[in-house]
């Protein structure tokens, strides 16, 4: 619907369609709320974990009223990374910079949807990578993973859901995993 407010809802009902689909618990709903092109709000919610995480910016991020934090890993050779897809790395043009990335870290962990967004958010993993994504699929991840004390962008490094690709990070960590994917 279109409106003069400044204010839109952007939701994906089922992020993990395929896992819902076939009974795995790893799906959730997202809901954020953007105000003057920033989203302010998210909320993830997994019924099936169960668990809800949320944000509201300048409030931080809590998981099932726990306040998230990222880790301290300094080092891209000691993070764990989570990654979407495989073959959709090949087929973006991007396998040659992912298998770069995927030789630096310490390890690596395929969890995709909001759950790897999730673990960078709650510390438990480092950086988590996507060559194709939609908006709908990050606007609520946004704010989580940067109340949780990390960074969040598209692959060109803009601080934006709406960028077809994402990367987050603990922050520390962001610089160097750009660098890796920006290279031909």
Request: with cysteine.
């Amino acid at each position: 619907a279109e409106g003069e407010s400044g204010r839109r809802w952007i939701i994906d009902p089922i992020d993990g369609t395929a896992n819902f689909m076939r009974g795995i618990p790893i799906w959730a709903t997202l809901i954020g709320l953007e105000r003057d092109g920033v989203v302010d709000i998210g909320v993830v919610s997994a019924p099936a974990m169960p668990r809800r995480w949320w944000a509201a910016r300048g409030e931080g991020a809590y998981c099932d009223g726990r306040r998230l934090s990222v880790s301290g890993v300094a080092e891209i050779s000691d993070a764990q990374l989570c990654y979407a897809d495989l073959p959709w790395w090949e087929a973006f043009g991007l396998g040659e910079q992912f298998l770069a990335l995927v030789n630096a870290v310490w390890r690596t962990r395929g969890f995709g949807d909001f759950w790897q967004h999730m673990l960078v958010a709650e510390g438990a993993a480092d950086i988590a990578v996507e060559p194709i994504v939609n908006l709908w699929d990050l606007a609520a991840i946004q704010p989580i993973i940067e109340e949780a004390g990390g960074r969040f962008s598209d692959h060109s490094g803009a601080p934006t859901p709406a960028g077809g690709n994402a990367v987050s990070s603990n922050g520390i960590l962001h610089e160097a995993v750009l660098a890796i994917l920006k290279k031909p």
